[in-house]
């Protein structure tokens, strides 16, 4: 099946600090989409990007839908303490109208 | 409005018992998902209802696995007989269309149920 290559698997970085993870695979996506899900809490969608070459922000963070379909990347500026969690990449494909494909996620702790 | 909502938020069981998972979607979501995340590996797909209907079952593991969504409305997961395998963190999803390349309906993700098999 499908998989997507998530790094890096952790990150521990100082409050301030920017931070970039991504996801790559050997198959084309149609739709990349980023999820933070906190402790104890489901994932909740950050940003969606639906276009090759597609560049989104929401805030501080910023993803971009890469020009081969076969990667993404979602950045965070300034980082603060409540951006600790796990980051998970997933995608569609073009096979599919609404199984996601996950990657395993990236955990980030932020030091005060 | 009130989102996906799943129960039990945490379910210890022995090998060889049988767990019933339940999910409320949002109000109004005629399409419901479940996810399963096994320790350190990613999110996978399970199944996929629209309405009563199973439209994909593609991800279920095996037929210790059975979903249902009588009526439409809420829906369970059962395991029977649980093997220690099957332990990790189920999630419920719901969302009003499905999430099709360039409409914005995203998956409104439950807390999930942590199930432990030991």
């Known amino acids: 099946g499908q998989q997507l290559n998530q790094s890096p698997q952790s990150m521990f970085i100082q409050e301030g600090e920017d931070v970039s993870m991504n996801c790559t695979s050997s198959?084309?996506?149609?739709?990349w989409l980023w999820y933070k899900q906190d402790p104890g809490e489901g994932p909740v969608l950050l940003i969606a990007?639906?276009?090759?070459?597609e560049l989104t922000s929401n805030g501080r963070l910023t993803a971009q839908f890469g020009i081969t379909r076969k990667d993404s990347f979602l950045n965070i500026s300034a980082s603060i303490p409540s951006d600790v969690g796990i980051y998970f990449c997933a995608g569609l494909s073009g096979g599919s109208n609404y199984k996601l494909t996950f990657g395993k996620g990236t955990l980030l702790t932020v030091n005060p | 409005e009130a989102g996906v909502t799943q129960f039990p938020s945490h379910s210890v069981i022995e090998k060889g018992q049988t767990v019933t998972l339940r999910c409320d979607p949002i109000s109004g979501h005629d399409n419901l998902y479940w996810y399963r995340r096994v320790m350190g590996k990613e999110i996978k797909f399970l199944l996929h209802f629209v309405k009563e209907s199973k439209q994909d079952e593609s991800g279920m593991p095996n037929n210790r696995f059975l979903a249902e969504r009588t009526g439409g409305t809420y829906s369970t997961l059962k395991v029977q007989p649980a093997e220690l395998e099957d332990s990790g963190v189920y999630f419920c999803a719901s969302s009003r269309q499905p999430p099709r390349q360039g409409q914005n309906s995203p998956l409104h993700f439950g807390n999930g149920t942590r199930l432990t098999v030991t």
């Open positions: 198959s084309i996506f149609n739709t």
């Open positions: 990007l639906y276009k090759a070459g």
